[in-house]
T-cell receptor
């Protein structure tokens, strides 16, 4: 079992729709959770962090965390073509080390 | 505030050579983590430095090493390069080494080993 698994992609949604990205993790000791966006040829860009159970909203982005189910998700509302990228789920369980999922490629088509 | 900077941005080396990559963290950040990104393995953690001390290390051979200086700048070194070392090497900085700190990535160094 991989330490961090993301829903298989690619994911394609129409402009204006909600994109839902999911991630599960295996280490119950994980304490912090992050979503990064990576455009082709660029480095990962942090878009959300979440540390406690529940929802955290930032603009069009909502991160959801359920530690009992070892599940974290990212919702993107009113998706735009500029949201087309690879989304990486990252989990931190120990000093300085982020463990990443394999990424989900999101395409938002006009 | 300036972001994380990495030099050089691109490198081409041949098998058996060694390479040194440099990372300057965001001002005030004292923790630097290094990652390797390849199409096959994704993003994998190499090591993390905080206050000039290696705090954590990933599952990479001893050919991969690093250090951190008193100004928090960090370098990583790869000796005896292999073809499989071709990758994007990313460093990320955070304020401290704890669990609840966000990491911000630099642009990366693209290493090609021929």
């Amino acid at each position: 079992q991989k330490e961090v698994e993301q829903n298989s992609g690619p994911l394609s949604v129409p402009e204006g729709a909600i994109a839902s990205l999911n991630c599960t993790y295996s280490d119950r000791g994980s304490q912090s959770f992050f979503w990064y966006r990576q455009y082709s040829g660029k480095s990962p860009e942090l878009i959300m962090s979440i540390y406690s159970n529940g929802d955290k909203e930032d603009g069009r982005f909502t991160a959801q965390l359920n530690k009992a189910s070892q599940y974290v998700s990212l919702l993107i509302r009113d998706s735009q073509p500029s949201d087309s990228a690879t989304y990486l789920c990252a989990v931190k369980a120990s000093y300085g080390k982020l463990t990443f999922g394999q990424g989900t490629i999101l395409t938002v088509h006009p | 505030k300036a972001g994380v900077t990495q030099t050089p941005r691109y490198l081409i080396k041949t098998r058996g050579q060694q390479v040194t990559l440099s990372c300057s963290p965001i001002s005030g950040h004292r923790s630097v983590s290094w990652y390797q990104q390849t199409p096959g393995q994704g993003l994998q953690f190499l090591f993390e430095y905080f206050s000039e001390t290696q705090r954590n290390k990933g599952n990479f051979p001893g050919r991969f090493s690093g250090r951190q200086f008193s100004n928090s700048r960090s370098e990583m070194n790869v000796s005896t390069l292999e073809l499989g070392d071709s990758a994007l090497y990313l460093c990320a900085s955070s304020t401290t080494s704890g669990s609840y700190n966000e990491q911000f990535f630099g642009p990366g160094t693209r290493l090609t080993v021929l």
